[in-house]
């Protein structure tokens, strides 16, 4: 089976001997990495390119998800920093999201542009693959995590304002620019998806001052460990899943 990895950063020490390989698409052709893991083939794509500099309101999230669809990806494992709205929530913990709130304004949402389509978020994460995140993290040590969250997806660049995270920690618990439309999109392809949100700092307002250059030092700290529970969760994989997210579709069209 081919599970998609996708994430802002290398992910040292998980892909092996990776090749590297072009997918073109209707929107745009999208650089991954190839590799194996155990049973299964790995799929990389950095969301920001290559060169890891598209910043996230402009990130090519339909190319994105259209070469994992291209290429016969059935679950993406998704990789994202957030802010905490939260105090029980701390800084290096991480969070496997259940449920998202959409504030992006400018970015192209859907593949259905042209019909009629309304794909169901009762569960936009995949339970199947929520379930294996949340058993792996418990079995890393040092791990802190929270099975589950509502993500707050902003449009960025710019970090929020303190009013703005008042405002939104009264809905949701992480904050953070990628995972809106990533999961949507997954969905509309049917294909499995599932997020593990490494926690770089308390929102804006919950701590002193707020640098992207603290967010990226947390998340390197962090690097070794998202590789330790990415393989144990990518070794968990089975080919027949308790979910329904492949069929999600048959009754999304008017
Ligand atoms: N806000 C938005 N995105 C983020 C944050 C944040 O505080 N931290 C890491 N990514």
Redesign the pocket.
């Known amino acids: 089976m081919k599970i998609g990895i996708i994430s802002g950063h290398r992910i040292s020490n998980l892909i092996k001997k990776p090749e590297k390989i072009t997918v073109e698409t209707a929107f745009g052709d999208i650089s991954a990495e190839v590799s194996r893991m155990g049973k299964h083939a790995l799929f990389f794509i950095n969301r920001h390119g290559e060169k890891s500099d598209v910043p996230p309101h402009k990130v090519n999230y339909l190319g994105n998800i259209q070469a994992f669809a291209s290429s016969h990806v059935e679950c993406i494992l998704s990789i994202?920093?957030?802010?905490s709205m939260k105090k029980g929530i701390q800084p290096r913990d991480f969070v496997i999201p259940h449920d998202f709130i959409d504030f992006t304004k400018s970015r192209q949402l859907t593949f259905f542009d042209s019909e009629r389509v309304h794909v169901d978020m009762t569960n936009p994460y995949c339970p199947s693959l929520r379930d294996s995140l949340i058993k792996n993290c418990k079995k890393t040590r040092g791990v802190i995590s929270h099975e589950k969250g509502v993500y707050l997806s902003?449009e960025?660049p710019r970090?929020?304002t303190a009013s703005e995270i008042n405002f939104f920690s009264k809905f949701a618990d992480i904050?953070?620019?990628t995972g809106v439309p990533e999961v949507v999109l997954a969905r509309e392809k049917g294909i499995c998806f599932a997020s593990l949100c490494v926690v770089?700092?308390m929102?804006?307002g919950l701590q002193n001052k707020?640098t992207a250059e603290e967010?990226s030092l947390i998340y390197s700290e962090k690097k070794p460990v998202i590789s330790k529970i990415l393989q144990l969760t990518v070794d968990s994989i089975d080919e027949k899943r308790n979910c329904n997210c492949k069929n999600d579709l048959s009754k999304a069209a008017l």
């Open positions: 994202g920093t957030v802010g902003t960025g970090l929020e904050v953070g620019m770089c700092n929102a804006t707020l967010i």
